[in-house]
């Protein structure tokens, strides 16, 4: 569930209404606030103990109806939970009877907790966006940023230099697109994987369904790889690269701190997508990534990471889905300088006494050659500090 509301909550316009019990509802929409520091709206039908024995639709009905009337969204999009789930209620026949009453669209994703884990959640929510999709009118240079959740400067960044490249951004699946912006998403002359997990298997689904080719580069973390994503985007479109001079400029400035951080050792916590694309970046800053503990992988994890690692000479020890305790007693053993992560490890970070450096969530740039100097200035400030 956590995976389906967190893409559904970045389109604009979508309202989620969870059909299920209080406690999914408080928990998921504290734990998004937190992470993003920013209001979050979801809707639940509360479902109770007489909901679970006697059926709950009458109730689901109206919410959907209220929800349209007093928010007036372009999409409600009802999840089911485990609760739901369990006891069958029709929700498909519930959105099909009320649904020409309304002004929003609606549709369901089934988000039941036992289904699967957060990643099969943003592939459930994307492969149900799909289906929303009209028959394709390609544009020429044009992408689709597939697998990307996460807004602020980042995708702005992003943004920035594909239309510096003349390259048109046709939707993003799911950071900031509107309900057209979806359906339009199969006019794309290429989309591009941002996430590791979950953006290959709907790239390779939009491809059979619209014949839309599709690349999964290292995420623009890092000089090297910004510059190869965006050379890669190009090559794909036929069209010229034209970062020659930022990317000179953000070698020359990187160079400034190779000789204060070259030889700090690091841990880092991240998802399969960003965890390959720093330990390049790293490299690149003569650091020595250690331990790498990945939250998911994807298909091509394991090839890309150890691609990564023979390149730039590493040994590292690669731990998978792996519980806090492992974490720490490795990390205990190899005595890192600095952890690389996001939130959740924070009480890592006290517990080894060593600074942490939020590279997940923080509102500060960390993609493109811009984002690039901003982790090196802001890891050698961190390391002067400590």
Known sequence: MFGVVRAVIGIEGALPLIHGPSGCFYHIKYLLSLRSSRYIQILTTEMDQNDVVFGAEEKLS???????????????????????????????????????????????????????????????CLSVLVGLMDEPQVKEGSINLVGQYRGGPDLKNIKNYLERLGIYLNSVLTSGSTLQEIKNASNAALNVSMCEASGVSTCELMKKKFGTPFIQEVLPLGVRNTSNYFQQICKALNKDYT??????EAKNEINKYNRFLNGNK???????????????????????????????????????L??????????????????????????????????????????????????????????????????????????KETLKDN
């Open 62 to 124: 109206q919410r959907i109806k209220d929800a349209d009337k007093k928010y007036s969204p372009q999409l409600i999009v009802v999840l089911t939970s485990c609760a739901s789930s369990i006891i069958g209620e029709n929700v498909s026949k519930i959105i099909d009877d009320v649904k020409d009453d309304l002004n929003a669209d609606v549709i369901c994703i089934n988000s039941g907790g036992f289904e699967g884990n957060q990643i099969e959640g943003y592939k459930e």
């Open 266 to 304: 690091v841990l880092i916590v991240a998802g399969a997508t960003r965890a390959i694309a720093l330990v390049d970046f790293l490299s690149e800053l003569g650091m020595q990534p250690i331990l790498i503990c990945l939250d998911f992988e994807g298909i091509c994890t394991d090839y890309k």
């Open 243 to 248: 970062l020659i001079k930022d990317e000179n």
């Open 306 to 379: 150890r691609k990564v690692v023979k390149r730039n000479n590493l040994n590292p020890i690669i731990l998978k889905e792996p519980e806090y305790p492992d974490i720490l007693k490795y990390a205990k053993d190899l005595k890192p300088d600095i952890i690389l992560g996001g939130m959740a490890e924070i009480g890592l970070s006290k517990e080894l006494k060593i600074p942490l450096i939020d590279v997940m969530h923080a509102q500060k740039v960390t993609l493109g050659f811009n984002g690039a100097i901003e982790i090196a200035k802001n890891i």
